[in-house]
């Protein structure tokens, strides 16, 4: 009987341990299949376009390679389709696809571009591009759901195209200059700061907020007591923590007014103008030495 017990019990110790088993398999297979999911969707876009443009390009990366992508652009009153496109990724998933103003884009403002692959909501994105008098502004905007997916290979556009500083605006003999610049994102304020040529001091600091097209401005009034010293002083930007959204330029002051900077042809003029003045000189020289 004692004996009968005993098998009866190792029956169902290893009953026990074979289901355990089966769980634990059902378990580790439905968190792979969770995990390869989470690595296995999204889709990313970037709208680019230049100043005075009729060219719009889109370029993408879907995970969802095998499915062609409908891309449909939208008029700001939101009444009209002005455009429709339809490309099949490559076996990287990239796509590239560029739109041509014309006549149905008869409308100033805001254009939707949506980019979609079939009915799922992670495959369906849009951005704006702002268009006047049939041309564009400039712009870089990227939209993304694939931020915090763990692909380790995909790139992120936005990332790399971070903020750019264009120019340092002066007029000459100004008390004021102007920077510009783009950054391809629209929704976070640009902190400018000027720092003093020893580089110890923080002269001046501001935000601004970037435009739709991600065009900035900042304009930054020079005098005072915090800016007596002449030199280079160093304009830093700064968006965020990224360091690619960071950046830096000089601009010159002198007795508290803003030094332009001699442009390339501006020098070579100045060179050749040194260069006559010389050549004349010698000549000249040459010329009144008394003849014996």
């Given at each position: 009987m004692l004996g009968e017990n005993s098998m009866n019990l190792k029956r169902s110790t290893t009953s026990m341990a074979i289901v355990v088993m089966a769980l634990s398999l059902v378990l580790v297979t439905s968190i792979q299949q969770d995990a390869f999911a989470q690595q296995s969707q999204g889709m990313m876009i970037t709208a680019t376009a230049d100043k005075g443009s009729d060219t719009i390009t889109i370029t993408g990366k879907t995970v969802s390679a095998l499915t062609d992508v409908t891309l449909r652009v939208t008029s700001p009153s939101g009444n009209n389709v002005v455009e429709i496109g339809q490309l099949s990724p490559d076996s990287d998933g990239k796509f590239v696809k560029e739109f041509k103003i014309g006549s149905t884009w008869s409308e100033d403002g805001l254009y939707e571009?949506?980019?979609?692959?079939?009915?799922?909501?992670?495959?369906?994105?849009?951005?704006?591009?702002?268009?006047?008098?049939?041309?564009?502004?400039r712009t870089s905007v990227t939209e993304s759901n694939m931020e915090g997916i763990i692909t380790p290979n995909v790139n992120n556009a936005a990332t790399e195209a971070g903020l750019m500083l264009d120019a340092i605006i002066i007029e000459n003999g100004s008390s004021m200059f102007e920077v510009t610049g783009l950054t391809d994102r629209v929704s976070e304020d640009i902190t400018v700061k000027v720092i003093s040529p020893d580089g110890n001091n923080v002269v001046t600091v501001q935000q601004t907020s970037p435009m739709l097209s991600g065009e900035f401005a900042a304009e930054i009034t020079v005098g005072g007591p915090l800016w007596k010293q002449d030199g280079f002083y160093t304009v830093h930007v700064q968006q965020g923590d990224n360091p690619n959204y960071s950046a830096s330029t000089e601009v010159d002051i002198l007795d508290g007014v803003v030094v332009p900077e001699f442009g390339t042809i501006a020098a070579m003029i100045l060179a050749v103008a040194i260069i006559s003045i010389i050549a004349v000189s010698a000549r000249s020289r040459l010329s009144i030495i008394p003849r014996y």
């Open positions: 571009i949506t980019a979609k692959q079939g009915n799922n909501s992670l495959y369906t994105l849009n951005v704006l591009v702002e268009v006047a008098n049939g041309m564009t502004e």
